[in-house]
Every structure is written in C-alpha cells, then in structure tokens.
C-alpha cells in the first residue's frame, strides 16, 4: 500500500469513528497519538550545534586572523602563532555562545506565539496549542482562524477559504463538507467543524516548506549598521593601501607587512556587530515579553525606535473591549423582549463574540426570559463576517413555524427590508413617533454618547424582513488611555484612530481620551489623487466608518509622506494593513492570521504596552548608536595612530599580536552594552549620520593626539627600549579605548548616566587583564607597576578631557535641546 492509500484508509477509519457518535479523540488517546506522530511542528532545525560552531570560523573576521596566524607560522615567529591561534578560538567560542543565547530567546518568545485551536476532547471543547493537535482530532474553525493542520471539513454550511499561501490562487476558494483543507490556509468567512487528519512535516504545507526558503529582508537600522561596517572596512583598506605603497618604495619586508596588514584590517572590521545587534535585540525582546509585548520579527523593535504615527484601534485597545448592553429601542409593535429575543437568538455563547456574550448577559438581567428562550430553537447559524456585517439564524417556535433572525450593522440590517418598513415601522424617542427610514438619527443619538447601535430584524410568515429595533452596546474607555496617548504624543508619536464605528462614535470617545477631534470618514480621501489624499490623512486625527481596506490604503498614504507607521488591527482583514506598515502591531485577542501577519503580538490589552514599546525600542536604538559611535571613534584612533606612527616615524607602535589582543579583548565586554542603562528620546529616532559621523572623527583625532603625546613621554620622558615602549602603547590603547566607551554611551556628561553593573565590571575586568598582561611580561614585554599606573592616569585624564570637548561638540552640533528621560 502506498503512502496515499494508507492515508486515505486512515482517514476513512477516522471518518467511521466520527459518524459512530464517538465525538473526538479522548485525552488519553490524544496524548498517545502526540507520542506516535511528535509536535504539529512544520519546521525543524537542519543545522546541529557543531556544525553551526564550525561556521563560525568561516566568517571575514576569523578568515583574516587564520591567515594572520598562518604567516606568523611561515616567519617561524610560534609564540605569536600559538596565542593568536588561542584568540581565534576565544572570539569564536564567545560569538556562538552569545548567538546561540540571543536565538534560544527568541525561540522560548516565539513558542507564545503559538497557533491556538479549539479542539473537542472527552466530549468538551477545549482550547489548545496547535501543537498538541493529532490525526483524529475534531476542530472548530471560524473566521480569521488558520488551519492548524491538513483536516476534512465534518459539519457546518461553508468556508471561504484563502489558499494562496500554499497555491499563488488570490481569489479564495470555498469549502463544504466533506471537502478538504490545508495547513497554512486562512478562513476569511464561515464556520465548521473538521478532522483533523494530517500535522506536522506530514502536511501539504510541510512538505511545501522543505523546498521553500524564507526571503528575508533588512530594516532601516540593520541597513545603516551595515554601512557603517562598510565603512570602517574601506577606511582600513584605504590606509593599509596606502602603507603598503610607503613599504614598498622603502623596501622594507612585505611578509612582515602582510601579517601586520591583516590584523590591522581586524582591528578595524566591527567583529562585534552581529552579535551586539542579535544580543540587543533579543534582549530588548524578552524586556517586551515581560510587558505584554511578544516580538515576532526583531526588526520591527528597531523599525518601532522610528515610528511617528501610530494608527490606533479603538475596541479592545483605546477602549476596554467589555461590550455592555445599556439600552433597547424596539420599533413598531416589537417589545423589548421581543428586540433581546431576537438578538439572543442570533446569538452563539460557544464562539465568545464579545457582542454576543454582551446580548446574552443581557437576557439574565430580564426575569422569566429564559422560559421565553426555551420556547424557540435555532436550526442553522450563519456567524458573522465582514461583508454582510451581521449574522443569522433559521429558528423554528414551539408551534413548528419557522423564521429568520439576524443582528448586525443597522445599515445592514435595514437592507434587507427593501424599502417597506420605511412606511410601515415606527420607533419610539424621546416620547414622538419617527419613521424608520431617519434610523441613521437614532444611531447618531445613540453614537453621541459613545453608544453602539446593533440593528436586529426577523422575517414574518411570508418571509419578508422587518426591522425589529435598536440594542445600544458601549465599550467605555480603558483607565489608562488618555494618559497614556499624552505620553506618546510627547513622545513624537501623532496617534491616530482608526475605527470601523460610527462616525460620531469615534469623536465622542477621541473626545473622551483627549484626542483631538477632527475624525474623518474614509471616504473623505478614496476618490481623490494621492497627493491630494496625502494630505488629508496626514493632517486627520483619525478615520471612522473604515473597512479594512481603507486601513490599507492608509498605511501606504502615510509611508508616501515619509512616515515610520505603527498599525494595530485584530482581524484576519487587517492582515494586510499590518503586513504594510512598519511595525505592524496584533492587539490582545487578535485572529491568527492577524497575529502571523504582525511584528509585535500584545497579551495585554491597552495602549500602555505600546507605548511601553516605544520606549524600550527606543533604549534599543540608543545602545547600537552608542555602539556605532564608539566603533568608528576607535577605528579612527587606532588606524590613524598606527598608520601615521609607521609612515612618519617608521616605527611599529605596536605588535600584530598586540592588535590581536586590542581587538578580541575591546569587543568582549561590548557585548554588555545591549544592558547598559540609556535614557529614551522624546522624538522618533532615526540614523543621523552627519552628527554621527563627525562626533567619531572628532573623538577620533582626540584620540591620536593623545597617543602621539604618550607616544613623546615614552620616547623623550622615560626613554624606553623598543619592546617595553610597545606594551606602553599597547596599555594605553586598550585602556584609553574602552574608557572611550563611557565617552560614547552619553551625550552629556559621563557621569549623568549611570552605567549598568555588567558593562562597568566587564571593562574593569578587561583592563585589569591587560595591565597585569604588561606590568609582569605575560605574552607581552613585562613594563612593570610605575609605568602601567602612569598610563592610567594619562588614560584617565585625556577621558575626562576628551568628555568635555564631546559636551561642547554636541552642543554646538544642536543636540541639547533634545529631551532624555531614563
């Protein structure tokens, strides 16, 4: 039997189980199917530990020093050749190790991540992770949901189905029973229950996936790291170029260039870069996690340091998302109960609508109304889906006649009427008789005092559709959101709302948390040229009455204008919108397809883990610009010293090896700067290269100054011998340049913010293995305590000095009207 037909046997004996009433899988067969078929995992890891350490030695930095260590070799010159060979392990060991802890966080992150799935077990409907789903599993799929695995559809009417993650096909397919569907899918309408009878590798989707790779794309920030690796390399290159020129037309040894040149350019490449950036950001992403904000693209940590509009939800993340039912406006000669009624029986408890849990805590406030319920059953539900915008339900009465009813938007409902209620219908405000056809007054009414209206209708004997009434539902404001919009707005962020309610709706509740009130339809800029449209979304305060297209639509208008946008959205339409924008944000209960689609996935509901967000982002980008800065100020001091040294004075300042040690010693407490204590910027944070730029050429040429007087002191002062002057020099580089990382970390004074605790030990600690290293001749010439105590203090006074001239630049470059906050 081929694989095919095994599987087609297995799932007609899952399907023989199913119609036999047995009703799922128990718990206890469940967890001995999990242990036959593993995880619904649709990737696996192909690359083993070892092999991923071997990588490593592969890279540009490790191939450098290799062929530095090789000519150390050929110039018989072992010491250096062994130590060098000792250093190369060390970075290598430290490279994966911090790689390998920044992707095992970001791994635990993405388990939270996981799909969801209602499953049925011993007869109760339970939600799990999709993981834990098995061949023979009954599921329930609903809108927005993604198959979690290969099923067949069991019961129910129909399901729009989105395939074109798996077939190209953009138009969605539609699905009955007995039909089936793909892992990987998205549902865009409908209902059903399926078995499941495929997970894990075993899927269409899996088997799809072993011949797919992901492309992967770099944000704004990674790029501009990039450049400036880019540029340290050319700037090194261009120096060793032109040294190489001077060596040759003195006729000096080329082989001893050579290897001196090499472990130049490693002094120079940024070795340190991927894993800062890897280290910070996921340790900016487990800081998110413990918020409430899970990061499932670490770019968009970055893309958020520089977003300038937030494009706001209203429910569930501006307001609480805790529907309540405070009014009920029946029409003609329908009651109250009459309106509760109907809505309740378009209503489905198990599906936990946050409108229809609010309709049916309404019921249980009304004495008697369950004995009226009781009286009625439904024989088929439509649930509810973005296009109709209401549902349905077939109901049959105790007396066997049968009717329709169906809750939804008002303008939804009052087009199923056709125009005869318009004449026949009355409802009751405020004491006077109004026709049904001015229903849009009562909604706005309704809307005025931040009230939802929800249309409910049935159809009378002949089938014919009448407006039963009005329910009003309020969703009230969370606690914390006007506050928490005015940080945000003080924070250069221009937040706007974006709700598919009411109009007046909107500027009752944007009036509430203290937005500005210039709400717009979306429909105000559709029509119009994009420059046009431009400038009307840019300067609105918000939109209502949007679909999610329009958010869409938004997202591109703003990002035309040259904004970083942040969108928030639930539903599996605003997967679009939030796969458009920067940062691309699933609010507390969103879809699947929602939450596959976004950057950042909120567990907590509110705007304050956004904002939270922000903040830390922010932090984030502080410490890689504080990184950058002092990368490229190092690079400068180093080469130019050195290359000068060599070119005017014909002197080696310092050994390879010594390069080796600056190197590999430098970048190792570095990585601690992804703890360091930062203050966040009040304005949206974006690479500023110029000031950038000219703050490490400054500091830069600080620097070889300062080397060129010791450099003096050693020769004229102290009078040393070649080999001692070189481990003198040696110390003050190392010294120097890892207090020029106390330098770089502030723009005011180094003392205005305190370091953090790993970062400050990690450059003690460092410095003190080099002194010890040069006072008593370990690998190095030995120089003993006078001369190593002397370059602390000649390190230590240029710091102080080189921290003012940095004050005074950054004032004269116009950073200090810029706010900070810790």
């Known amino acids: 039997m081929s694989a095919d037909e095994a599987k087609e046997a297995s799932v007609a004996d899952l399907m023989e189980k199913l119609k036999s009433g047995e009703g799922g899988l128990g718990a206890a067969e469940a967890k001995e199917r999990l242990q036959k078929y593993g995880p619904n995992e649709i990737t696996e890891k192909k690359t083993s530990e070892l092999v991923k350490f071997l990588g490593y030695f592969w890279g540009p930095i490790p191939w450098m020093i290799e062929i530095a260590a090789v000519l150390s070799a050929v110039l018989q010159r072992w010491d250096d050749f062994a130590i060098i060979l000792a250093l190369l392990l060390l970075n290598v060991t430290v490279g994966f190790w911090q790689e390998h802890k920044a992707d095992n966080a970001i791994e635990l992150l993405k388990q939270k991540l996981a799909l969801k799935a209602r499953v049925l077990r011993d007869s109760k409907w339970l939600e799990v992770s999709a993981g834990e789903i098995v061949p023979g599993d009954v599921i329930r799929l609903r809108l927005g949901d993604i198959f979690p695995a290969d099923v067949k559809l069991t019961a129910g009417d129909y399901l729009l189905v989105d395939e074109s993650a798996l077939t190209g096909e953009s138009l969605p397919v539609e699905k009955h029973v007995a039909d089936v569907a793909y892992s990987g899918s998205v549902i865009r309408q409908g209902e059903m229950d399926a078995l499941v009878v495929a997970t894990g590798m075993n899927t269409f989707f899996g088997r799809t996936a072993k011949l797919v790779e992901e492309a992967k794309t770099r944000s704004h920030f990674q790029k501009a790291v990039i450049k400036i690796g880019d540029y340290l390399i050319v700037f090194a290159l261009i120096l060793v170029a032109f040294t190489f020129l001077v060596v040759l037309f003195r006729h000096e040894s080329l082989l001893e260039f050579f290897q001196f040149a090499l472990v130049l350019l490693v002094a120079a490449i940024p070795a340190a870069l991927p894993a800062v950036l890897s280290v910070s950001m996921a340790v900016g992403a487990i800081t998110l996690a413990g918020d409430g904000a899970i990061v499932s693209k670490l770019a968009a940590v970055e893309e958020m340091a520089g977003m300038d509009i937030l494009c706001s939800d209203k429910t569930g993340t501006i307001t609480k998302n805790e529907l309540v039912l405070t009014e009920i406006n029946p029409f003609q000669d329908f009651s109250e109960n009459d309106v509760l009624l109907f809505a309740s029986l378009a209503s489905r408890e198990e599906d936990g609508d946050p409108i229809d849990d609010a309709i049916l805590a309404g019921t249980k406030t009304l004495q008697g109304f369950s004995g009226l319920a009781g009286s009625y059953r439904v024989l088929s539900f439509k649930p509810f889906d973005p296009v109709s915008k209401r549902t349905e339900a077939t109901v049959e009465d105790s007396a066997g006649n049968r009717f329709l ?55 009378d004997a002949r089938g014919n559709w009448h407006f039963a009434g009005l329910l009003a539902l309020y969703d009230p404001p969370r606690e914390d959101s006007a506050e928490t919009i005015r940080t945000a707005q003080a924070m250069g962020v221009d937040v706007k709302m974006i709700t598919g309610d009411h109009l007046a709706i909107a500027k009752e509740i944007s009036r509430q948390v203290n937005l500005k009130p210039d709400i717009m339809l979306a429909t105000s800029f559709l029509d119009l040229p994009d420059r046009k449209a431009e400038e009307i979304v840019e300067a609105a305060d918000g939109f209502a009455q949007v679909f999610p297209e329009h958010k869409y639509h938004i997202v591109e208008l703003l990002q035309h204008r040259g904004h970083i946008i942040g969108m928030t959205g639930d539903g599996v339409n605003d997967a679009p919108a939030l796969k458009k924008a920067d940062a691309g944000i699933a609010v507390a209960g969103a879809t699947d397809a929602a939450r596959s689609a976004a950057d950042i996935v909120l567990t907590k509901p509110g705007l304050s883990v956004i904002v939270n967000a922000l903040k830390e982002s922010r932090k984030i980008f502080q410490r890689m610009n504080n990184y950058a800065l002092y990368r490229i100020t190092e690079t400068n001091r180093v080469l130019l010293f050195i290359t000068l040294s060599i070119l005017v004075f014909k002197f080696y300042p310092v050994t390879s090896l010594m390069i080796v040690l600056l190197a590999l010693l430098n970048d190792a407490p570095i990585m601690t700067i992804a703890y360091d204590n930062v203050k966040y910027s009040d304005l949206p944070e974006k690479w500023d290269m110029r000031t950038l730029m000219s703050m490490a050429t400054l500091l830069g040429v600080v620097g070889v100054i300062s080397s060129f007087g010791i450099l003096y002191i050693g020769l004229h002062v102290f009078q040393l011998s070649h080999e001692v002057l070189q481990s003198f020099i040696y110390l003050k580089l190392s010294v120097a340049g890892h207090l020029t990382i106390f330098v770089a970390r502030t723009k005011g004074y180094f003392w205005s913010v305190k370091p953090a605790k790993p970062l400050f030990a990690a450059v003690i600690v460092t410095q003190l293995i080099a002194t010890l290293i040069t006072v008593y001749g370990f690998l190095l010439p030995a120089m003993g305590w006078k001369l190593a105590l002397f370059v602390w203090g000649y390190s230590l006074t240029a710091f102080v000095i080189t921290d003012f001239i940095k004050v005074r630049a950054y004032s004269l470059l116009n950073h200090t009207g810029i706010k900070f906050h810790v």
């Open 405 to 459: 009813v169906t809750k939804g938007a008002p303008q939804a409902v009052s087009a199923l009427l056709d125009g005869e209620v318009a004449t026949d219908s009355k409802v009751t405000v405020e004491g006077e008789d109004t026709p049904e056809s001015r229903v849009e007054e009562f909604v706005d009414e309704f809307a005025s005092r931040g009230y939802r209206a929800l249309g409910v209708g049935k159809t």
